[in-house]
């Protein structure tokens, strides 16, 4: 009897689930210590991607060895993966921007004030840039970028990442049925 394995897209929300859960555990931690826009934080997100993505990868690879993983059901895996995992951490990073500390946009936009204004920029051009900014910086255009900006990393990540995780078929004659099988 052959075992069944999970659909594509059920495997991809469950990994998806995880990933998201683990990047809103990422953003709470920083944000518990006071410093939610670490570039630490930002690397370990970017870690956490790779790690949820070549988990899934692998994962899927070794449950689907009969019939192959071949690069492009890899790569789909890994880009509805992060689109699973960016929608949940968008869902969060709404409530967190809406309801639980409003004033935090304030705050990224003042670091991003001092980052400009450490590169060397003039003061009315980091004004001008700020002033531009503010105007698209509410909850739900963050959380609507940020599905499109994770969506987009993760696929770049899956594209390197299946490369690796590609297989052959073991039975080159997966799900063909002979004649004599079907009598």
Known sequence: MEQERPSLNSFAMMHGLYLGLAMILNTLVFYIAGIPFSEVSGYLTYLLIIAGLGYAMWNYSRISAEEGFPYSRALGLGTLVA?????????????????????????????????????????????????????????????????????????????????????????????????????
């Open 83 to 183: 689109l699973f995992a960016s929608v949940i951490l968008s869902f969060f990073s709404f409530i967190l921007y809406k309801y639980i500390e409003p004033g935090l946009i304030e705050k990224m936009l003042a670091v991003m004030e001092e980052k400009m204004l450490a590169k060397g920029m003039k003061d009315e051009a980091v004004e001008s840039m700020l002033n531009v900014q503010k105007q698209y910086m509410t909850p739900t255009i963050l959380s609507i970028a940020q599905i499109f900006s994770f969506t987009i990393i993760g696929f770049i990540f899956s594209l390197i990442l299946a490369i690796f995780f590609k297989k052959e078929a073991k039975d080159p004659f997966y799900g063909i049925d002979t004649e004599e099988e079907e009598e």
